[in-house]
């Protein structure tokens, strides 16, 4: 059981990479909520979790359109709009 709908994206991530037998890059990470019309929602504390991201090695971080602009952690945002768009940067 998932509580953290931050998850969302990073498991639809990991959907997305064994259907298309694509692994995902080792420096990626995701967060964000996706709603049932594929558009993917923001979630809390967006700098602090890309702050840990890159304390840990991340340096590419997949993230909302709408927190895009809170994160000044020292990393690549990728924001994304829809579900839609995650696979054309995801597998870039």
Known sequence: EI???ALDLG???AV????R?????????L???VGLLGEIRSVSQ???????AAALGFRRVIVPQSNA???????EKVPVRRIEDVPAVLFQ
């Not at 997305?16 to 259907?19: D, E, I, N, V």
């Not at 967006?46 to 840990?52: G, K, M």
Request: net charge negative; proline share 8%; aromatic share 2%.
């Open 16 to 19: 997305l990479s064994s259907q």
């Open 3 to 5: 509580d953290e709908p």
């Open 46 to 52: 967006p700098d602090l979790r890309a702050r840990e």
């Open 69 to 75: 602009a809170e994160i000044r952690a020292d990393v």
């Open 31 to 33: 967060f964000g909520e």
């Open 21 to 29: 037998n694509l692994p995902i890059a080792h420096d990626v990470v």
């Open 11 to 13: 498991v639809i991530a």
